[in-house]
């Protein structure tokens, strides 16, 4: 830590970021107490507005870039090349919860405002990141803003990517008032020399040992597919049950033994979810024509997870020859783990018990906008508890001092990676 910044004297005000997590939460497309903002519609576009004009409050140069990411830049005093960046994102599934992201992003805002209050002045630029549609609600793949940036989604491949309305995310874009070449966005090696996220963990870990601070150690990782069995419908009444080419059937099989895979696991952050099932014709006096669902198989263990992943794979192939059917296993994405970087977790920890808050290691089982990062900087993640475990509900909840805590060790770890 610089010497003359004593970690215990941060302070952000926990009411001023409540405040703000509130006035957030009112840009929304349903009703309170729920929150849905979707990428780049109204609802969005107004939540973009407001956290543009706190980082302008907070003496911050906004910056944006060809998908949205939006950049709050506090420059640097020594030229020195590679960014210092932190920041999260504002974007929220129908019906969600008002913290989920948003901590990350206006925790950034309070930790520059408290690093300010100080007088600390960063050698290294530090950016406060809001990234572009870290939820995949309308394009159906997560993290596009940080992906882009990481280098891990091929720009044609976001270009083409369409809605349930047929709306291509390039025209959406632009519609938005995106229009720079992608490639200006994307990342190059030592652009950013460290990138640390704060974060609700989502999860009952902290609440459960009465813990202020989760120094994230690994961030697990999605493989996600569509699966779709072909069969040949009918009469629900009039095709006797040997004479069936039930699609549905098979569906459910595989779902049970994704469940059973994921729980006889070796690895204990081992998880299967089917989340989404559509049935054709989806009458209740006809035979299933068609089922198509998605699973979405994470773990910190690539092998782990690649494990399971395959023996899904033959277990639908002997499902469909078994029953006459046609299967398609399609990718949707599949992301490699990663781990936090050494030095940003001994320096949360540092942070954190300089400010006398209780910490430990913890795995993140959801993936959050850093593990892209993660591929063109060293990475670390901060946790703050989450009430009973509970995120993307309207019922989430992060008390405020919570809220400051995360915010006051973030400026702390930032004074610490940006001098």
């Known amino acids: 830590m610089p010497p003359l ?42 939540g973009r507005r407001y956290v543009k004009s706190l980082m302008r409050a907070a003496g911050l140069d906004v910056l944006e870039d060809a998908v949205g990411n939006i950049f709050g830049r506090w420059h640097g005093t020594a030229g020195l090349h590679g960014r210092v960046g932190t920041g999260s994102h504002c974007d929220a599934i129908p019906d969600a919860g008002k913290y989920d992201g948003v901590v990350g992003v206006l925790g950034g805002i309070a930790a520059a405002r408290a690093l300010q209050a100080v007088g600390f002045s960063p050698r290294r630029t530090i950016d406060i990141v809001m990234f572009t549609s870290e939820e995949p609600t309308r394009f159906g793949i997560g993290c596009c803003g940080s992906r882009l940036l990481g280098g891990a989604l091929d720009a044609d491949a976001l270009a083409r990517l369409t809605d349930a309305d047929g709306v291509s995310f390039d025209a959406a874009r632009r519609a938005a008032g995106y229009s720079a070449d992608y490639a200006s966005a994307t990342l190059k090696p030592g652009d950013y020399a460290a990138f640390v996220e704060l974060h609700v963990e989502q999860g009952p870990v902290l609440e459960r040992e009465g813990l202020d601070i989760g120094v994230v150690s690994a961030i697990a990782a999605p493989a996600s597919f569509s699966v779709t069995f072909r069969g040949e419908g009918g009469h629900a009444g009039t095709v006797l049950m040997g004479e069936r080419r039930d699609a549905l059937v ?26 989404m099932l559509q049935v054709h014709p989806g009458a209740v006096n006809s035979i299933p024509r068609t089922a198509t669902f998605t699973l979405d198989v994470r773990d910190t263990s690539l092998a782990a997870r690649g494990g399971i992943v395959e ?39 540092e942070s954190a018990a300089a400010q006398r808050l209780r910490s430990r290691r ?42 400051a805590n995360g915010a006051q060790v973030l400026a702390a770890t930032l004074a610490r990676l940006a001098a």
């Open 311 to 349: 023996a899904l794979k033959r277990r639908a192939q002997e499902l469909a020859k078994e029953r006459r059917l046609e299967c398609a296993f399609d990718v949707i994405n599949e992301d490699p783990p990663a781990d936090a970087d050494a030095d940003i977790m001994a320096a949360v920890e």
């Open 5 to 46: 910044l004593d970690p215990a004297a941060l302070t952000v005000d926990a009411g001023q970021l409540q405040a703000q997590v509130d006035a957030l939460a009112e840009f929304s497309s349903t009703p309170a107490p729920g929150v849905t903002r979707v990428l780049f519609t109204d609802a969005d576009m107004a």
């Open 250 to 275: 098979p569906a459910a099989a595989l779902t049970c033994y994704a469940e059973e895979l994921a729980c006889g696991s070796d690895s204990p952050d081992s998880v299967a979810t089917v989340g």
């Open 362 to 403: 913890i795995v993140s089982r959801a993936y959050h906008d850093a593990l892209f990062m993660a591929r063109v900087a060293p990475m670390g993640m901060i946790f703050v508890p989450s009430k009973d475990g509970v995120s993307h509900r309207p019922d989430e909840y992060t008390s405020p001092q919570e809220m």
